[in-house]
């Protein structure tokens, strides 16, 4: 059947609203434009914001943009968020400078340099709104040298053979002319939250690639959250685990006992700006760039004995589909696949905060690692739906060695095996822990089930069970009772 299409172009005046209105906060929007430069290769960020004139500077030494580098950038929607990125490219959408400058004011000017040539190119959106077409400017050569002077006080942006400038003025969101001291105290309150916001962000380019950045002259200091400068501070083990696409990177830290800090200002610095109980949790990282933190995936509530629980989790930003990042890349989702992984993971960092908390300071390294013990066996502990469960303990030092000498497909055995002996055990069959219907289990939980379900499907006929037989021991398993009815659906859909 042949059908007739129609193409409709969005109105530039009414897009602009929902551009404005993504929900960046100020020091997001920031962040998001900074990764440009960073991702330009460029060892020195300047920035600064001007209450005089009313605009924000950001200068980077990059590598620059010539002519069509800049038009291509400057265009709304810039990027295919399904092409595969270098690893140190830290956008996605071809949103970010964009909306990120829109999202505080209504002009946004960039001048480069690549070459020895300069190109420059400018939104200014009232022009948007009153022309309704998305259309930006270019100034001319005498122009621009007026400009680049203006800059000259408070960046070496001139100075450099090669970069990339950002005028962002008309800053409408940030500066309410009709209540001008109230918006002058917030104007500086907003720096302030700037430059706690980089120095988390981008503490690891900082320390590792010596970036420089500076917030009106003043250089940021890296802030790392994991304390690694005490050497009280723990690394539980390393875990590389699978997204469905990419290997992620697990490191759990537990930070000191106040007793071992030598002063109360150095317990302060280690809180952050959120304070110790905001900042408890993981921290993602997305090509070391942090995205999100002080979080635990609404697996645990926050309580004061989690707050020296801290891990770091980096992901891969060819899996940004898999972990659902915003156009602000500032929320991330836990991929299902690795889900469980990580709920135990936090489980056992939290296990050791607790200890550590509790102990006033008397901890070693050696008592508070009872997970290598012989006679840690078991754990008890919520699972993902909120119910409590006796869970082998996957870290025991003899199952350890035995996964070691093991092929893939033979772990794979084991370890379902293992599942049947958690989901058989006494206390499970004795009904204390069942789930009683699928009213308590979101959506979500009740996807990933299906998936470990599917799993173990495919290994149990790996090993020679019938239908009939996998049907009947997953019918009887406590775990799944709340999905008996899809049972037998699963089981036909599973190949």
């Known amino acids: 059947m042949a059908k007739k299409t129609h193409e409709k172009t969005p109105h530039a005046k009414m897009l602009l609203v929902a551009l404005r209105s993504v929900g960046y906060t100020n020091e997001a929007a920031i962040a998001d434009i900074l990764d440009n430069s960073i991702a330009g290769s460029a060892t020195k960020i300047e920035l600064y914001f001007d209450w005089d004139n009313r605009r924000i500077v950001i200068a980077d030494n990059g590598l620059g943009m010539d002519y069509q580098q800049l038009m291509d950038a400057m265009e709304i929607g810039s990027a295919d968020p399904n092409e595969i990125r270098p690893s140190e490219d830290l956008g996605r959408f071809g949103l970010g400078m964009k909306t990120a400058a829109f999202s505080m004011a209504k002009n946004l000017l960039v001048i480069s340099k690549k070459d020895s040539v300069v190109s420059n190119a400018e939104w200014n959106l009232d022009t948007v709104a009153f022309e309704d077409k998305w259309e930006i400017a270019e100034y001319d050569d005498s122009e621009i040298s007026v400009i680049l002077e203006s800059v000259n006080t408070y960046t070496q942006y001139s100075s450099w053979g090669q970069g990339t400038l950002i005028i962002i003025s008309d800053l409408d969101r940030l500066i309410d002319e009709e209540n001008i001291e109230k918006s002058k105290k917030n104007f500086y309150k907003v720096i302030r939250k700037i430059k706690s916001h980089i120095a988390i962000t981008f503490h690891r380019f900082i320390e590792e690639d010596e970036l420089m950045i500076s917030v009106n002259g003043n250089v940021i200091k890296p802030w790392?959250?994991?304390?690694?400068?005490?050497?009280?501070?723990?690394?539980?083990?390393?875990?590389?685990?699978?997204?469905?696409?990419?290997?992620?990177?697990?490191?759990?830290?537990?930070?000191?006992?106040?007793?071992?800090?030598?002063?109360?200002?150095?317990?302060?610095?280690?809180?952050?700006?959120?304070?110790?109980?905001?900042?408890?949790?993981?921290?993602?990282?997305?090509?070391?760039?942090?995205?999100?933190?002080?979080?635990?995936?609404?697996?645990?509530?926050?309580?004061?004995?989690?707050?020296?629980?801290?891990?770091?989790?980096?992901?891969?930003?060819?899996?940004?589909?898999?972990?659902?990042?915003?156009?602000?890349?500032?929320?991330?989702?836990?991929?299902?696949?690795?889900?469980?992984?990580?709920?135990?993971?936090?489980?056992?960092?939290?296990?050791?905060?607790?200890?550590?908390?509790?102990?006033?300071?008397?901890?070693?390294?050696?008592?508070?690692?009872?997970n290598t013990s012989l006679k840690y066996v078991w754990e008890q502990r919520k699972n993902i739906s909120g119910n409590y469960m006796f869970y082998l303990n996957k870290k025991h030092p003899m199952l350890l060695k035995l996964l070691t000498q093991m092929d893939e497909n033979m772990q794979k055995e084991l370890k379902t095996y293992l599942s049947l002996v958690e989901s058989y055990s006494p206390i499970m069959l004795s009904g204390v822990m069942e789930k009683e219907d699928d009213n308590v289990v979101s959506d979500e939980d009740k996807q990933r089930d299906i998936l470990n379900i599917q799993e173990k499907i495919r290994i149990y006929r790996m090993l020679q069970y019938d239908d009939t037989e996998i049907y009947d021991t997953l019918y009887d398993s406590p775990e799944y009772l709340y999905i008996r009815k899809d049972l037998k659906k699963i089981i036909e859909e599973t190949k």
């Open 224 to 370: 790392n959250p994991f304390w690694i400068k005490s050497p009280s501070t723990m690394e539980l083990s390393r875990e590389e685990l699978f997204d469905g696409k990419n290997d992620v990177i697990v490191e759990p830290y537990i930070l000191p006992h106040k007793n071992k800090f030598s002063s109360e200002d150095e317990y302060k610095d280690a809180a952050g700006i959120k304070d110790w109980r905001g900042h408890q949790g993981f921290y993602v990282y997305r090509n070391r760039r942090l995205l999100m933190y002080g979080t635990w995936f609404g697996k645990f509530r926050k309580e004061p004995a989690y707050n020296l629980a801290r891990i770091k989790l980096d992901m891969n930003a060819d899996s940004d589909f898999e972990w659902d990042i915003d156009i602000k890349k500032s929320r991330a989702m836990l991929p299902v696949s690795i889900e469980e992984q990580i709920t135990q993971i936090a489980y056992l960092a939290i296990e050791r905060s607790v200890a550590v908390y509790n102990s006033r300071g008397t901890y070693n390294r050696k008592n508070t690692a009872n």
